[in-house]
């Protein structure tokens, strides 16, 4: 569980230097393919020097891979339409339609606690989200061009971050860690770079200032988080794994009103609070 929730917390991180990467001119496509790439190579490198075991590719892992790589691109695509407090409402979804495909396609009930620990984490996405404040009752809501894509999008990444949480509970068990996410983010890599092709193809060098942004994201966004959630989510399992990964919106509010300079309401504090309730609560026994 601490695996996992350690891997949350990189995974909240990422947003904020995104749009640090934005304001310089950055744009999805780029930031998505490199991060994914620059974690590849590094989990390859560490794979093939320090795991003895034979070399095995288990390529049912490709799949895997594109899931969490989609994730990224799609949401990273999704905060250029719609503002970032209801893209992360969007995306934190992916708590009950993980344990909603976890029961569709392998009958795992979820217990009561984790239905109340669901109840406590969508209403803390909720206020914590900030939305409550930012429309207010009775105020016409501006609707911006894209808006509809945007909240597409946003759900889009939802439903790829729960096909993630539940393929990877399932398949490469028997994997060495390391192996594992070098070959996940493998298929991450390639899966960014086919929805990216022309992108890519016409635009291959945003320039050397995007590196440094790629270091980072690659870091927290595809080489820690895996190698985490590699050896975490197997023991755990897709529904506690899907609760236990909500934490990365708290982080993510803390990171955006450090370095961002976001002004955070009691309200959204509260939100925090309540989600770390749930964290809590899940590990009670029923």
């Known amino acids: 569980m601490l695996m996992v929730f350690a891997g949350a917390c990189s995974y909240g991180m990422l ?38 075991t034979r070399l095995r590719l288990s390529w049912q892992l490709l799949p895997t891979g594109a899931s969490i790589g989609l994730t990224s691109f799609v949401y990273y695509a999704s905060v250029q339409y719609i503002p970032a407090s209801l893209a992360i409402i969007l995306l934190m979804q992916f708590v009950w339609m993980g344990i909603l495909l976890d029961w569709l396609l392998f009958r795992q009930t979820p217990t009561r606690r984790q239905l109340q620990c669901i109840a406590l984490i969508l209403t803390g996405t909720l206020l914590s989200s900030g939305i409550l404040t930012t429309f207010q009752p009775g105020e016409a809501m501006q609707i911006q061009p894209g808006f509809s894509t945007g909240i597409a999008l946003g759900l889009l990444s939802a439903l790829l971050y729960a096909v993630f949480i539940v393929a990877n509970s399932r398949t490469g068990k028997d994997v060495p860690p390391v192996r594992k996410s070098a070959v996940m983010m493998t298929g991450a890599t390639i899966a960014i770079a086919i929805v990216n092709a022309k992108t890519l193809v016409f635009n291959p060098s945003p320039g050397t200032g995007i590196l440094k942004w790629t270091a980072f994201l690659s870091l927290f966004g595809t080489i820690i988080p895996p190698l985490l959630f590699a050896k975490g989510i197997p023991k755990i399992g897709a529904t506690m794994s899907s609760l236990v990964m909500s934490a990365e919106l708290p982080v993510a509010i803390l990171c955006s009103c450090l370095l961002l300079h976001e002004e955070v309401t009691i309200l959204q504090w509260c939100g925090v609070a309540l989600m770390l309730l749930a964290m809590a609560l899940l590990k009670k026994k029923e």
């Open 15 to 52: 947003s904020t230097f995104v749009k640090l990467a934005y304001r310089e001119g950055y744009g999805p496509a780029h930031i998505a393919f490199l991060q994914a790439l620059a974690g590849m190579c590094v989990l390859w490198i560490i794979s093939l020097l320090y795991e003895r």
